[in-house]
């Protein structure tokens, strides 16, 4: 099996619209201004694929070299921005709790959809035979956005307290080097995805998280 690379350019597209929508509620709910918004939404888009460019020289990162994806965060932003300033009703409860079930699915589709691609990258780059970096470069393109994002925002990263957001990741990525070794590419790159897609939405939806330490 073949993927167009339409099919993934739309794919990414989906991932950078649900990751910039998160950064902008984010943002929203720490009272940011709107270049506050901007920055914390277009981070949270394209910041892990930065870091990743970052790791294995790709410089300058692809998000300078081809920023669509810069400009579909951006514009993603635009319009929340626009929306919640005109109408602030939609801020409320029943309405955000709709606009968050959609945003979860589009979400999880991102995660894995950016896991992968992190993972590919590595691979076009030389380091196929390093399988430890490529899952980290996989994980950390899936899930460094939302680190920024959180750090900026002067929070514990999400990653690290809820509904196994990285483990999906981590999952997905163990998945695609495994994959690789016994069939095409492009079959372990869907395979791998929707394992990513599949734990993130069950998380989401039964609440699970990996147990902690009760201090009370």
Same mark, same amino acid.
């Given at each position: 099996?073949?993927?167009?690379?339409?099919?993934?350019?739309?794919?990414?597209?989906?991932?950078?619209?649900?990751?910039?929508? +998160?950064?902008?509620?984010?943002?929203?709910?720490?009272?940011?201004?709107?270049?506050?918004?901007?920055?914390?939404?277009?981070?949270? /888009?394209?910041?892990?694929?930065? *870091?990743?460019?970052?790791?294995?020289?790709?410089?300058?990162?692809?998000?300078?070299?081809?920023?669509?994806?810069?400009?579909?965060?951006?514009? $993603?932003?635009?319009?929340?921005?626009?929306?919640?300033?005109?109408?602030?009703?939609? !801020?409320? +409860?029943?309405?955000?709790?709709?606009?968050?079930?959609?945003?979860?699915?589009? &979400?999880?589709?991102?995660?894995?959809?950016? $896991? %992968?691609?992190?993972?590919?990258?590595?691979?076009? /780059?030389? =380091?196929?035979? =390093?399988?430890? *970096?490529?899952?980290? !470069?996989?994980?950390?393109?899936?899930?460094?956005?939302?680190?920024?994002?959180?750090?900026?925002?002067?929070?514990?990263?999400?990653? *690290?307290?809820?509904?196994? =957001? /990285?483990?999906?990741?981590?999952?997905?990525?163990?998945? =695609? %080097? %495994?994959?690789?070794?016994?069939?095409?590419? &492009? +079959?372990?790159?869907?395979?791998?995805? !929707?394992?990513?897609?599949?734990?993130?939405?069950? /998380?989401?939806?039964?609440?699970? #998280?990996?147990?902690?330490? #009760?201090?009370?």
């Amino acid at each position: 099996m073949q993927l167009q690379p339409n099919i993934i350019f739309i794919v990414e597209i989906i991932g950078t619209i649900a990751f910039a929508s +998160s950064g902008a509620m984010v943002a929203v709910r720490k009272r940011l201004d709107l270049f506050g918004i901007i920055v914390l939404g277009v981070i949270t /888009a394209v910041g892990g694929g930065m *870091l990743r460019d970052l790791m294995i020289g790709n410089i300058p990162p692809n998000m300078f070299r081809n920023p669509v994806y810069v400009l579909a965060a951006f514009l $993603t932003v635009l319009v929340l921005f626009l929306l919640f300033r005109c109408w602030p009703f939609l !801020l409320g +409860s029943r309405y955000i709790e709709g606009y968050e079930k959609i945003m979860n699915i589009l &979400d999880a589709i991102g995660l894995g959809a950016f $896991t %992968v691609i992190g993972i590919d990258t590595g691979v076009e /780059a030389g =380091y196929g035979d =390093y399988h430890f *970096l490529i899952i980290f !470069l996989g994980v950390i393109t899936g899930i460094g956005g939302g680190i920024l994002r959180d750090i900026m925002a002067g929070e514990t990263p999400y990653v *690290l307290k809820k509904h196994i =957001y /990285a483990c999906a990741s981590i999952a997905g990525a163990c998945l =695609y %080097v %495994v994959l690789l070794q016994v069939t095409r590419s &492009d +079959s372990a790159m869907i395979g791998s995805a !929707l394992l990513v897609v599949a734990i993130r939405i069950l /998380a989401s939806h039964f609440r699970w #998280d990996l147990p902690g330490i #009760d201090m009370d």
